[in-house]
């Protein structure tokens, strides 16, 4: 499999208004030029706000695929979606949920990256949507994205290839997982299967275990 980094994006954070709060946000990604180093806990200049959920080391760096972006201009009637629009580092084109397994590895630039898990969808996403019912649309949809862990370091940047040089143990999907957790969560025998992934996050080997 192949692929390229359609846009890398990143954000310093920011403070929003909220149901009459101030919250902090990293979602509100902007493509940048040249090259940027992935670190092991994220891309450099890029601020992970929110520490209980977002960012360390299985959610280092989030991708989204292109592809979807028509469909979601079709199905919510807009033509403003930008790159970065759903908070992802790595607007992508060539992996797809339901080719990109958990635990695959591929080498983008200078840096080896590894597939840990999914994305699930907070309210911060319905927040630069101006929707807040979008993160349950959101989930339901299964486009979901994925999040990399940093195996190796280096640079990365838009137009860089995407080269899948190892696949999940299991080849299971994030598709797949995605079905699993949210759709099929009796499923014992596939829990067990996506268990066994050593690339699983702790945070959906936390989900599953607890079925």
């Known amino acids: 499999m192949t ?19 101030v919250v902090g946000t990293g979602i509100f990604k902007e493509p940048v030029e040249g090259r ?7 891309l450099e200049g890029d601020r992970q706000v929110d520490l209980r959920y977002h960012g360390g080391e299985h959610k280092a760096i989030y991708a989204y695929p292109h592809e ?20 992802e580092n790595l607007t992508t084109e060539g992996l797809l949920e339901t080719t990109v397994h958990i635990g695959d590895r591929f080498r983008v630039g200078g840096a080896v ?30 486009r979901s994205g994925f999040y990399l862990r940093v195996i190796e370091e280096g640079e990365i940047g838009a137009g860089d290839a995407i080269e899948r040089i190892e696949i999940g143990p299991e080849r299971m999907s994030i ?37």
């Open 113 to 142: 990256l590894e597939v840990t898990q999914p994305r699930v969808p907070c309210f911060k996403i319905g927040i630069k949507m101006g929707d807040p019912s979008f993160p349950k649309r959101f989930l339901q949809s299964m």
């Open 175 to 211: 598709h797949a997982l995605y079905h699993l957790r949210f759709r099929d969560p009796q499923n014992r025998d596939e829990i067990r299967r996506a268990l066994s992934i050593p690339a699983l996050s702790k945070e959906w080997r936390k989900e599953l275990s607890g079925l």
């Open 68 to 87: 979807h972006y028509p469909t979601w201009a079709g199905e919510l009637g807009r033509d403003d979606l930008s790159f970065g629009q759903f908070g």
């Open 36 to 42: 940027v180093m992935a670190g092991r806990r994220t």
């Open 3 to 21: 692929g390229r980094v359609v846009s890398l994006n990143i954000s310093p954070g920011r403070k929003v208004e909220y149901n009459g709060q």
